[in-house]
């Protein structure tokens, strides 16, 4: 590790790590590769330089991964800059940094303003470049716009993430099914070709370049259907998330849960990993876990946490938590009940059910519920209204119902995606939940809007659907 010291005090703190990590071999048969690239929007398949993404925004600082077959150098400028000549800075200060025998470079940007905006170049010795744009976040009071959805065929170059990429987002929140290459063999080539064939695409790769992710994994980009933490290409999957993804910390690093958490502005995000650690629905039910023991005890303590600090707290679950009785298919949190009550009765207990966002994937629509039919705390009384619950999938993929019921209904169509949109004076913290469709439009009754204050939130509905 080296430091980098630019000259303004702006600037005083810069860590740039160089990392490794990269993918040396094709995806599986039978993916379609995607589009040719767009001229002036990413390098082509031949070119050495492949790929780049951005993520773990902090208020002073982000990660860039590349894949580049060749040397290749980061430069960071302020978009807006406030001083008459603004520093550059390049990493390294001269030349380019040396990917490692998998082709993959990681830099770790420190020492930033809060809520600035910085624009961002990697760049490789033949002059090829790929663009990208970032924001930092503020602590304390702070307005933002967070994006969040799920499932899309391996490479898809659909215009929704066109759309997502138009809203001017803070973060985007990827809730899984990254690619579909259902993976089931401890091969980490396999699981590198797939993020390739994924950052290729002309519209995830500007979308992932303009918009920092976090991202979790699901069933399919994690293992096959419905996959538990039992998965033969488990370790693969874990190995391959650390090379490629520029996540946060990760906690439970020694368990290889990837679950993770961060803060912007005055709302706390839990992600939480439900497949690394899941086990099968065995007969005895009160032993099946959606978690795991270590992940569980971590996840309980990030909510006692975020009771006392947070206006509001967003819990990234990447499958249906609502299953009425009826509801007997799918992979779901009713077969893992005991566990699910364990947490709604923490969530209850500690006065969170108006103050939290579930935001869920997987089920490929989006579908949302004000919180009555989210509560499955036993200690509760009879009636009590639950917390926000909202899905958001397919960004591309076919269509289907899963769970439920939700208040507000569901939409099943290809091209979706969710919002989450803050606006906070310090005081009062106004949220508004939505889902979007392939032109980024509300769709009709998708919007929930919460109004935080003094430990509690007001929920509103603006329109209920018709029965």
């Known amino acids: 590790m080296e430091s980098m010291r630019p000259s303004s005090t702006r600037w005083s703190k810069w860590l740039v790590v160089v990392a490794a990590v990269a993918a040396l071999s094709c995806g599986p048969a039978g993916v379609v590769a995607p589009p040719s690239t767009p001229p002036g929007e990413t390098p082509g398949p031949a070119s050495p330089l492949k790929w780049a993404w951005q993520g773990a925004v902090t208020p002073t600082s982000f990660v860039v991964k590349a894949k580049a077959t060749t040397p290749a150098r980061l430069t960071v400028r302020e978009a807006t800059p406030i001083l008459p000549d603004p520093p550059v800075l390049r990493w390294p200060p001269e030349g380019f940094n040396t990917p490692d025998a998998r082709s993959i470079l990681t830099w770790n940007v420190e020492g930033l303003q809060p809520g600035t905006v910085y624009t961002w170049e990697v760049e490789n010795e033949a002059g090829e470049k790929l663009e990208g744009r970032v924001k930092t976040f503020k602590d304390g009071q702070y307005d933002f716009k967070l994006g969040f959805a799920a ?73 096959s259907n419905n996959s538990l933490g039992s998965s033969a290409g488990r370790p693969a999957a874990q190995q391959v998330y650390r090379e490629y993804v520029p996540h946060y910390p990760l906690p ?91 947490i709604a009765n923490l969530i ?80 009062t913290l106004e949220a508004e939940v939505t889902g979007r469709n392939i032109q980024g439009d509300v769709i009709p009754h998708m919007r929930i809007l919460l109004h935080c204050a003094e430990g509690t939130c007001k929920i509103e509905v603006p329109s209920k659907p018709s029965r």
């Open 151 to 223: 499932c899309a065929y391996t490479g898809s170059n659909s215009t929704v993430f066109d759309s997502i990429r138009a809203k001017d987002l803070d973060v985007f929140v990827h809730m899984g099914d990254f690619h579909y290459e259902d993976i089931t063999r401890n091969d980490p080539a396999l699981f590198r070709a797939a993020f390739d064939r994924v950052l290729a695409s002309p519209r995830q790769s500007q979308l992932y370049r303009h918009v920092p992710i976090a991202y979790m994994w699901d069933d399919h980009d994690f293992g």
């Open 252 to 342: 439970l690093d020694r368990t290889g849960a990837i679950a993770h958490a961060f803060t912007i502005g005055r709302v706390r995000v839990i992600v939480t990993d439900l497949r690394s650690q899941k086990t099968p629905r065995i007969s005895d039910s009160r032993r099946r876990s959606m978690l795991g023991p270590a992940q569980l005890t971590w996840f309980e303590r990030e909510l006692e946490d975020a009771a006392g600090k947070y206006p509001l707290v967003v819990w990234v679950n990447t499958v249906p938590w609502i299953t009425e009785s009826w509801f007997t298919t799918g992979d779901t949190w009713k077969g893992y009940r005991y566990e699910r009550e364990r």
């Open 348 to 427: 209850y207990r500690l006065g969170l059910n108006s103050r939290l966002v579930m935001l869920s994937g997987d089920a490929h629509m989006v579908a949302m519920d004000d919180g009555t039919n989210s509560n499955y705390a036993p200690d509760a009384p009879s009636r009590t209204r639950g917390f926000v619950v909202a899905h958001a999938a397919p960004l591309d993929k076919s269509t289907s119902f899963k769970g439920g019921p939700y208040s507000q209904g569901h939409s099943e169509e290809s091209g979706q995606f969710g919002m989450l949109e803050v606006k906070d004076d310090g005081k």
